[in-house]
């Protein structure tokens, strides 16, 4: 069994979601203790207990410890099965970080995995909706990982209520990730915007044309007034010819609009700026499928970052204990060349 403290590097819900799929991964039997210790309300929440469900059902996995709060969690996979499977996290918990841990575990899915999931799709501290199917799943393409995303409804705070549908691809034969300086010229977007005055997202949008001058643009503003709580979010990305870079803010009480946009703008034109081939964001999201390709196929996966993030770090650590890989990091100017390699 391997044993993991949680309460390593940034210590949140990331080395849980990782851990445990890695787990199924690999086989291997894992014991995770000190979950989220770091934070203020330590322990799994209903998000973290929505996944570890998930991953149960489609695993035949043994699990202890799975209940709200619980500081620790022993994990015993089996192996992947297909089907169809409804989870409700029951909160605004974030559909787009229980996905996280899912997507990963099914890596090697023999037959078509669906989710029909209810909850945040769009929530403070993780991807966006927009995000996750504009950015997260065409770079999940790019390794030869097909999967589909659907919104039903969108789910803000407090009240969440979100309803998504994904389905997962049986996959073939993975592919390395290779991609280094790139081009950008064009910034498309999506403003969602549920129970505020239209010009809450007018005023989004203007602000991120302001900075968005030197590129070729499409910004789409969504009403989306089923979601059940008020709330906005801003998504901006920008592709390559090989690869696809975001960004994305979401709205509080006392930030007003122009402001919201033009951080989220801020955000990808330093990207953009940056010739990276993936985003501080999808790099740490991306890091344990490089991982799997180089132990498996012996491929090395090769990009350029602004930074690595902490999240990013922590993963690094925590996918050496799963997988005989390491990490070699070169700084490049403004930039860090990262490889992801089999290690001897």
């Known amino acids: 069994m391997i044993e993991i403290d949680g309460s390593y590097g940034e210590g949140g819900g990331q080395i ?3 851990a445990v799929a890695m787990s199924i991964l690999t086989g291997e039997d894992v014991k995770i203790r000190n979950i989220r210790a770091n934070r203020p309300n330590p322990g799994l929440r209903a998000q973290h207990l929505t996944a570890l469900k998930a991953l149960q059902m489609i695993s035949d996995a043994r699990v202890e410890g799975l209940h709200i709060g619980s500081s620790w969690v022993n994990f015993s996979p089996g192996k992947i099965k297909g089907g169809s499977y409804k989870l409700d996290i029951g909160t605004a918990g974030s559909i787009t970080l229980v996905f996280q841990s899912i997507l990963l575990a099914s890596l090697q899915t023999e ?17 966006s909706w927009d995000y996750f199917t504009e950015v997260f799943i065409p770079l999940l393409s790019k390794f030869g990982f097909e999967v589909e995303g659907k919104l039903l409804r969108r789910g803000f705070y407090p009240k969440g209520g979100g309803e998504v549908e994904v389905i997962v691809h049986p996959t073939g034969r993975l592919k390395a990730f290779q991609v280094l300086e790139q081009e950008y010229r064009s910034i498309e977007g999506r403003i969602a915007v549920s ?18 001058v030197s590129y070729d643009e499409r910004i789409d503003i969504e009403r ?35 402001k919201l946009g033009s951080m989220c703008i801020d955000e990808l034109i330093k990207e953009i700026e ?62 860090l060349r990262v490889e992801v390699v089999k290690s001897s």
């Open 274 to 335: 940056s010739k990276v081939s993936l985003d501080v964001h999808a790099a740490d999201q991306l890091l344990p499928y490089m991982a799997f390709v180089a132990t498996h196929y012996g491929e090395k996966s090769t990009f350029l970052v602004r930074e690595l993030s902490n999240h990013a770090r922590t993963n690094m650590w925590l996918i050496e204990k799963f997988l005989p890989v390491k990490f070699i990091t070169e700084r490049k100017g403004n930039v």
């Open 16 to 18: 849980l979601r990782t």
């Open 111 to 127: 037959k078509e995995l669906t989710f029909k999931v209810r909850g945040g799709t769009d929530v403070k501290w993780s991807p």
């Open 195 to 212: 129970k505020l005055p239209n010009h809450v997202g007018e005023r989004t949008k203007q602000a991120i044309l302001r900075k968005a």
């Open 224 to 258: 989306a007034d089923d979601a059940l709580s008020e709330g906005v979010v801003a998504t901006l990305w920008s592709k390559s010819k090989e690869t696809v870079v975001g960004s994305t803010m979401l709205g509080e009480k006392g930030l007003p609009s122009e």
